[in-house]
């Protein structure tokens, strides 16, 4: 009958409030609040070595944080688990070559690039996760700005790395093509996107898709105890797409009003 | 020193402040839903969040229960965004759990633990941007949440950092003026019986200024809790309007 407990239907998120440029000492950083899931991630730009296999490439690292914030397991070590299983989510959906332009990270091949360290921060668990965290980092790294820099040669063929003087030349990154994830939990013989809390307790099985906003399917993973027959992951393979391009529509929307409004933009961050 | 002077002839420092003048402080009460307590709370670019979990039943080993009070339980965890080189680990180094200690150690003075026997209290403190006064900030923020979660305490615990330069003693250090390298003093103060529930002071200082330093962090501490204060009105008026009395 398409009704869930709150009154929603299958295929409707929760109110997201995305708001970025949250924490001013990071190259980029972006909150998401989806219902009781609150994520804050923040990105580093730091110059280093290229990978030897992608020498003109520079290179993206996830740190995923449970906070203890969220519930007193994740104290000590407790939130490492999760952590690791998110980061390794993350590094899988941006293992190809489309989602992010990682050419243009590079200052000098072979000897130095952009390194971005994205670290995403786990305040508060209301079910969930990945589809906000994916919202997080691709609204995170719309709010990058990476300071230009050029490379000098001298006589004797040494390099300097000279920093541009004015603190607003810098370059951004291009955010179209980074996928979002969609989780699509199985209850009964239905299929819901955005679970709670409660309705991820009474899921067996769930299909975490990752869509950018064409509708091309990056990465697919099965997640829980329960078992999936194969006509119901095709279906919830094209729900997502449905609703990830949706998604990406509106988040891109958001992004660029928020980018509109300039640097007068009263920031509301925790305290509003 | 060349270059950076932190206290001008006319007596400004680096960010304009006069030598006892805090920085902007905004704080808000139950940011978290789900939480017990939580508050938030900026001290000029300092940004910290804390929660309480609590009091609940003690978890892990039932041995370490105490039968006639309650187990504080703190833990200080900064994000890796949170300082200009990116940190590591966010929690778990030798600094982090030396901070929580501190907080326990300021906590158990301030709540009223017999009320509580054989039960814990979490405070989990997340510092997001730190610049100078994470200690102060993180105290005063998880007060805060103690209140929001309704545990009762015997005062508010306000907290602020002092240090000297040039013979005038400076309240509220921010980390240009901290990694100067100058004395710091960090002070946790009850304020309505005057009494101080840490003291922390690094590097050396000469025991005449002492009592000038201590004074100048003991008003910046009253003059938080003159803040806080309002920040609990105001958020119990707008919880009395949304019960509608």
């Given at each position: 009958e398409d009704l869930r407990v709150d009154g929603r239907g299958c295929e409707d998120y929760r109110c997201v409030e995305v708001e970025t440029d949250v924490v001013s000492n990071t190259s980029g950083s972006a909150r998401v609040k989806l219902g009781h899931t609150d994520i804050l991630v923040g990105v580093k730009a730091e110059m280093g070595m290229p990978k030897l296999e992608k020498p003109n490439e520079g290179y993206l690292e996830f740190f995923v944080d449970c906070s203890a914030n969220a519930t007193p397991e994740f104290e000590g070590?407790?939130?490492?688990?999760?952590?690791?299983?998110?980061?390794?989510?993350?590094?899988?959906?941006?293992?190809?070559?489309?989602?992010?332009?990682?050419?243009?990270?590079?200052i000098s091949p072979r000897e130095h690039c952009w390194v971005l360290y994205v670290d995403v921060l786990l305040l508060e668990c209301g079910g969930n996760l990945f589809d906000a965290i994916s919202v997080a980092v691709k609204a995170a790294l719309f709010n990058?700005?990476?300071?230009?820099?050029?490379?000098?040669?001298?006589?004797?063929?040494?390099?300097?790395?000279?920093?541009?003087?004015?603190?607003?030349?810098?370059?951004?990154?291009?955010?179209?093509?980074?996928?979002?994830?969609?989780?699509?939990?199985?209850?009964?013989?239905?299929?819901?996107?955005?679970a709670t809390l409660q309705e991820e307790a009474c899921s067996l099985a769930s299909l975490l898709v990752s869509v950018t906003s064409k509708g091309v399917v990056t990465c697919m993973r099965k997640v829980g105890k329960g078992s999936l027959d194969p006509e119901s992951i095709f279906e919830m393979m094209e729900t997502?797409?449905?609703?990830?391009?949706?998604?990406?529509?509106?988040?891109?929307s958001v992004l660029h009003k928020e980018e509109s409004l300039g640097p007068k933009r009263q920031k509301v961050g925790f305290l509003g | 020193m060349a270059g950076l002077e932190l206290l001008s002839d006319q007596g400004y420092r680096v960010d304009g402040r006069r030598a006892g003048e805090l920085r902007k402080i905004q704080a808000r009460m139950g940011v978290f839903a789900q939480a017990d307590g939580s508050a938030y709370i900026e001290q000029g670019n300092t940004k910290a969040l804390a929660v309480v979990y609590g009091p609940h039943e003690i978890r892990g080993s039932r041995a370490?229960?105490?039968?006639?009070?309650?187990?504080?339980?703190?833990?200080?965890?900064?994000?890796?965004?949170?300082?200009?080189?990116?940190k590591r680990r966010p929690h778990g180094d030798r600094k982090s759990c030396e901070m929580g200690l501190q907080l326990r150690q300021t906590f158990e003075a301030a709540i009223l633990t017999q009320l509580h026997p054989r039960s814990q209290i979490d405070i989990y403190v997340q510092v997001l941007q730190a610049d100078g006064g994470t200690y102060a900030a993180c105290v005063n923020a998880a007060t805060l949440a103690v209140l929001d979660?309704?545990?009762p305490m015997r005062d508010f615990v306000c907290a602020c950092s002092a240090g000297f330069v040039d013979g005038t003693a400076l309240a509220d250090l921010s980390h240009?003026?901290?990694?100067?390298?100058?004395?710091?003093?960090?002070?946790?103060?009850?304020?309505?019986?005057?009494?101080?529930?840490?003291?922390?002071?690094?590097?050396?200082?000469?025991?005449?200024?002492?009592e000038q330093v201590l004074e100048a962090a003991a008003q910046a501490a009253r003059d938080v809790h003159t803040l806080l204060d309002r920040v609990v009105r105001q958020h119990v008026c707008e919880a009395s309007i949304l019960l509608g009395d």
């Amino acid at each position: 009958e398409d009704l869930r407990v709150d009154g929603r239907g299958c295929e409707d998120y929760r109110c997201v409030e995305v708001e970025t440029d949250v924490v001013s000492n990071t190259s980029g950083s972006a909150r998401v609040k989806l219902g009781h899931t609150d994520i804050l991630v923040g990105v580093k730009a730091e110059m280093g070595m290229p990978k030897l296999e992608k020498p003109n490439e520079g290179y993206l690292e996830f740190f995923v944080d449970c906070s203890a914030n969220a519930t007193p397991e994740f104290e000590g070590r407790g939130g490492d688990d999760l952590g690791t299983e998110i980061a390794n989510t993350l590094y899988r959906i941006f293992n190809n070559k489309s989602s992010i332009d990682l050419k243009s990270l590079c200052i000098s091949p072979r000897e130095h690039c952009w390194v971005l360290y994205v670290d995403v921060l786990l305040l508060e668990c209301g079910g969930n996760l990945f589809d906000a965290i994916s919202v997080a980092v691709k609204a995170a790294l719309f709010n990058t700005r990476i300071p230009r820099v050029r490379v000098l040669e001298d006589e004797e063929g040494s390099k300097d790395i000279e920093l541009s003087d004015d603190p607003y030349d810098c370059i951004r990154l291009n955010v179209e093509n980074v996928p979002c994830i969609v989780t699509l939990c199985k209850i009964g013989y239905r299929h819901v996107v955005d679970a709670t809390l409660q309705e991820e307790a009474c899921s067996l099985a769930s299909l975490l898709v990752s869509v950018t906003s064409k509708g091309v399917v990056t990465c697919m993973r099965k997640v829980g105890k329960g078992s999936l027959d194969p006509e119901s992951i095709f279906e919830m393979m094209e729900t997502g797409k449905r609703v990830g391009k949706v998604l990406h529509t509106s988040l891109q929307s958001v992004l660029h009003k928020e980018e509109s409004l300039g640097p007068k933009r009263q920031k509301v961050g925790f305290l509003g | 020193m060349a270059g950076l002077e932190l206290l001008s002839d006319q007596g400004y420092r680096v960010d304009g402040r006069r030598a006892g003048e805090l920085r902007k402080i905004q704080a808000r009460m139950g940011v978290f839903a789900q939480a017990d307590g939580s508050a938030y709370i900026e001290q000029g670019n300092t940004k910290a969040l804390a929660v309480v979990y609590g009091p609940h039943e003690i978890r892990g080993s039932r041995a370490r229960a105490l039968p006639d009070r309650a187990l504080v339980n703190c833990q200080y965890s900064s994000a890796t965004f949170s300082t200009g080189e990116r940190k590591r680990r966010p929690h778990g180094d030798r600094k982090s759990c030396e901070m929580g200690l501190q907080l326990r150690q300021t906590f158990e003075a301030a709540i009223l633990t017999q009320l509580h026997p054989r039960s814990q209290i979490d405070i989990y403190v997340q510092v997001l941007q730190a610049d100078g006064g994470t200690y102060a900030a993180c105290v005063n923020a998880a007060t805060l949440a103690v209140l929001d979660a309704g545990i009762p305490m015997r005062d508010f615990v306000c907290a602020c950092s002092a240090g000297f330069v040039d013979g005038t003693a400076l309240a509220d250090l921010s980390h240009v003026e901290e990694a100067a390298g100058g004395p710091q003093l960090a002070l946790a103060l009850l304020p309505a019986a005057g009494q101080i529930a840490l003291l922390e002071m690094d590097a050396r200082l000469h025991e005449d200024h002492l009592e000038q330093v201590l004074e100048a962090a003991a008003q910046a501490a009253r003059d938080v809790h003159t803040l806080l204060d309002r920040v609990v009105r105001q958020h119990v008026c707008e919880a009395s309007i949304l019960l509608g009395d």
